[in-house]
């Protein structure tokens, strides 16, 4: 045996030991899901005692009866303010951000985008995949048979050379998936240049849109990093028609009972508005009502978030001094300054066992791969972790696992045991 | 002039003078759609009272969080004893039946029904229209370019001769609308021996459905008639499949405001939950639980309903009251005991004249044509009148109005004016 050997061999038998008393903790944590925390939660439970049966619910209208399809004009007013976008570039529509993502790219298949042949006739369809990102996301375009393209994130956002290159030489490529702020999973807010170099795309494509994703535009943790506003700098470019950006209140009030909207060019809106009326007669005015209520304007829910950011900060610390003090020189992760997760990159080719083996202790983290398409990592390296729904002392047992399953994954196979 | 034109000449001079006179009143009458009156809506206004920032909102998992994709079970339970299915063969979903119908419906087309192939890949896909029918239901197939096809309605639902005959013959018929009780616009009941044919149907298409759009199953105004359960009696002929059935509390609470729901076999659920959990995380849970502890159950729903049927009764006698001293012999219509509207059959080809006199003298209906498909009446007779938003009073005056402008339209067509 080679004195390297020994040295894994002892590593291994060590981070086995300590697996072995994690498992008979018996313990159940599950970390795979950016849920809001039960104290999270609560602390939008004034939301129910804006509406009572004594309240006036009239505003343009008797917000009780038909009527309306993109938002009632306060809803708008509101999340215009808060997206930093004019209120004829607004509709507030569902319960969540992502049918609406779905539904606008179902239309997109089905119909075309504002009078270009529907993608269902236009052969194959290509998207461009900031890696790693969101699966839900990934799930869309898949299901869609779309083929997704992989584009490396970097530090200020996905790799913009191959996008343009990409972009400007391909027809078929007909969109992009952006989470610009506080990306999902990294945390990663796109630089001022990003945004710039998005605004001014030269897509060969007519139809292609940015799928702006701003799902945690407010979600600061420890600090509110400034992100340029897409669709106001393509205007410089004329190129406001390329631009969808969307949102809701899922993570600011209730994930499910919530609120989503979107923002686009008033020509995008007009031609996606003519197909949503045929869809729906219109969405739940009274829940838009009670959140213009419950918060009044832009500045409401950012006062709201400062109290959500307090209960995140010591969560999002615990990891990080967690992976600090065990993984340094091991595996490399970010420090995200807001949104729901830290991306940790183990050894390549031990993210999947380090889940299989962290879940077998009762931890369970997002499946290793869910962050690529296809949910296929190539360096099977990328974890996901959400720290937001434990309390701090279950979330530092559930890292230390985490912690042990990655290296017990990695010295099984340094030791040629997998 | 021979006598005849003399008495046309005599009767379209009255009526014009008539017509002058209610013009000059200067009224701003809508009874266009089927809203709920304010009385009507103030019924539900307790519902805002149910959840307070108090409540416990946990049920099967807390509510204010994400999970569960179709419904959480206390909302299931209460829809399915008022569907009278199984818990398992319901789904409850987003705000409206119509966005429900629209998105099964968009499934099919993108990604097939059942493993079947997408309608989008099967060539001219067609659809049965029972008519008159509703507008909405219209539109969608319109929008998908589905071919349309007429079936004439009878007392007792639509011709069940024409209907078995196409499906049997043609596999491109795929689907067909229906509003099985208090129809939409005749009111009208499906007897039981239609249902029973429908349950029976062979159809040549194994991806045909029918679309059942129960909205007015607990909408009764005198008598609350019975509707054989068309899921179950499916059942008896081993074509469970075949049946999607679809309601909403949007004309039991609030419209826009309510919850939606969809009944179907348990292989149909299984198939469609598959891809709704692509389209989103899940619905709005915390409506649902509103709706469910203020209702408790379906007896709960129907006494609910008395007090709408209150409402609405001598909004129906005022219509029926005028329509039999006016328009005997000179147009039909039905007496429904349920729903939203009364359907009136004037002369052929005076529906379209008699709604734009209407509007000019400040009384705005339903447009002519709307309750076909295309917007299509071929004999241009079919007028839909909604009496549920105007008070009594208004009621009254708008009726009077409607039966002047139809008697003008009659006559000046009868003295060669138009």
């Known amino acids: 045996m080679k004195k390297t050997e020994v040295i894994a061999e002892n590593a291994y038998v060590e981070q086995l030991a300590r697996y072995e008393k994690y498992k008979a903790m018996g313990l159940k944590l599950d970390m ?52 930093g976008v004019k209120e004829s570039e607004i509709m507030v529509l569902g319960n969540a951000s992502l049918s609406i993502m779905y539904d606008t790219l179902q239309r997109a298949m089905q119909f075309g985008v504002c009078g270009n042949k529907p993608f269902n006739e236009q052969g194959k369809i290509k998207w461009l995949c900031p890696v790693p990102g969101y699966d ?16 490396p994130m970097t530090e200020s956002g ?60 407010v979600h600061y943790v420890t600090e509110d990093v400034k992100l340029l506003n897409l669709l106001n700098t393509a205007k410089e470019y004329g190129n406001e028609d390329m631009v969808y950006m969307f949102g809701s209140t899922s993570k600011i009030t209730f994930a499910g009972g919530g609120v989503g909207f979107m923002a686009a060019s008033e020509n995008n809106l007009a031609s996606l508005r003519k197909l949503m009326g045929i869809q729906t007669i219109g969405y739940d005015k009274l829940n838009q009502l009670a959140h213009v209520r419950f918060f009044k304007n832009a500045q409401g829910i950012l006062d709201h978030m400062d109290k959500h950011a307090a209960l995140m900060r010591p969560k999002f610390e615990k990891v990080l001094e967690i992976l600090s003090a065990e993984m340094d020189g091991f595996a490399s992760w970010n420090e995200p300054k807001g949104g729901f997760f830290v991306s940790v990159d183990l050894p390549e080719g031990t993210a999947k066992r380090t889940v299989f083996l962290a879940k077998e202790a009762g931890v369970v983290f997002t499946g290793a791969g869910a962050t690529y398409p296809y949910k296929k990592d190539p360096s099977d390296s990328n974890v996901r972790i959400a720290p937001s729904m434990p309390p701090v002392e279950e979330l530092a047992i559930a890292m230390e696992v985490f912690c042990c399953a990655a290296k017990l994954a990695y010295f099984e196979k340094a030791t040629g045991r997998i």
């Open 32 to 83: 795979s899901r950016g849920k809001p925390s039960k104290a999270q939660l609560d602390l939008s439970n004034g939301l129910f005692d804006i509406l009572t049966s004594k309240s006036d619910f009239t505003g343009s209208q008797d917000y009780r009866n038909y009527g309306i399809l993109d938002g009632i004009p306060e809803a708008k007013k509101l999340f215009a303010e808060l997206s």
């Open 136 to 151: 839900r996301h990934f799930a869309i375009t898949e299901l869609f048979g779309i083929e997704m393209i992989n584009v």
């Open 158 to 217: 996905p790799d913009m050379d191959m996008i343009e290159k990409l972009v400007s030489a391909d027809e078929q490529i007909k969109g992009i998936w952006c989470v610009p702020k506080y990306s999902n999973p990294q945390g990663i807010v796109y630089s001022d240049e990003t945004v710039r170099r998005f605004a001014a795309l030269k897509p060969k494509a007519a139809d292609f849109r940015i799928y702006w994703d701003n799902a945690y535009m």
